[in-house]
């Protein structure tokens, strides 16, 4: 019996993205950003890492510094990846009241950084009274509005749009605009 000749199979080695969260929501959101950005696939792995600054982060700088972080923590703990991306969401009080956001940071093999905010949405006075009195958003979010482990899901971007934008969407979007200085390496 004459079987067929093998071909040649070298497989794909797809990059390795680490995410510094175990959270759901942040390693699916990283995988939608990178496949969408590069156009291929990429193995997107979570681990528990710290971001060294407080439980509810208050304004950029903080929350931008706990991004970082976790992504300098992820890459510690798992030095062998292509990324590390730290997601650190924080709140900011201004004249229209209190907002929430995320800062992306993301490290690449080479060593070059990038990051990116998200966009910015307000919250309801009750929430952010809760949170002025040490809660942290998601806590907050869970009392209110009677959920359970809301920021593993839809998070308050979810609850307070009825589901129009969710957490890992909203995560996306920064991360594919922290990828930009990686997918235009000639002009960065």
Do not use: C
């Not at 510690?76 to 995320?102: C, H, K, Q, S, Y």
């Not at 080479?110 to 998601?138: H, R, V, W």
Request: no cysteine.
């Amino acid at each position: 019996m004459n079987l067929p000749k093998r071909q040649n199979f070298q497989p794909t080695e797809k990059p390795l993205v680490i995410v510094g969260s175990k959270n759901p929501v942040k390693i699916y959101s990283a995988e939608d950003a990178f496949t969408l950005a590069f156009n291929k696939g990429f193995h997107i792995n979570g681990v528990s890492s710290y971001s060294d600054v407080s439980a509810q982060p208050k304004g950029d700088e903080e929350t931008r510094l706990g991004a970082k972080n976790r992504a300098l923590s992820a890459q510690r703990i798992f030095p062998e990846g292509d990324f590390w991306v730290g997601i650190e969401g924080g709140v900011a009080t201004d004249e229209l009241g209190m907002n929430a956001f995320a800062w992306i940071y993301i490290i690449n093999s080479e060593g070059k950084s990038s990051q990116a905010k998200t966009a910015i949405f307000y919250l309801p006075k009750a929430i952010a009274e809760l949170i002025d009195s040490g809660m942290e958003l998601g806590h907050a979010d869970d009392q209110f509005f009677d959920q359970e482990n809301s920021k593993q899901r839809g998070g308050s971007v979810g609850i307070l749009t009825k589901g129009a934008l969710d957490r890992r969407s909203y995560y996306a979007q920064a991360i594919v605009l922290a990828l930009i200085p990686f997918l235009n390496k000639n002009l960065f």
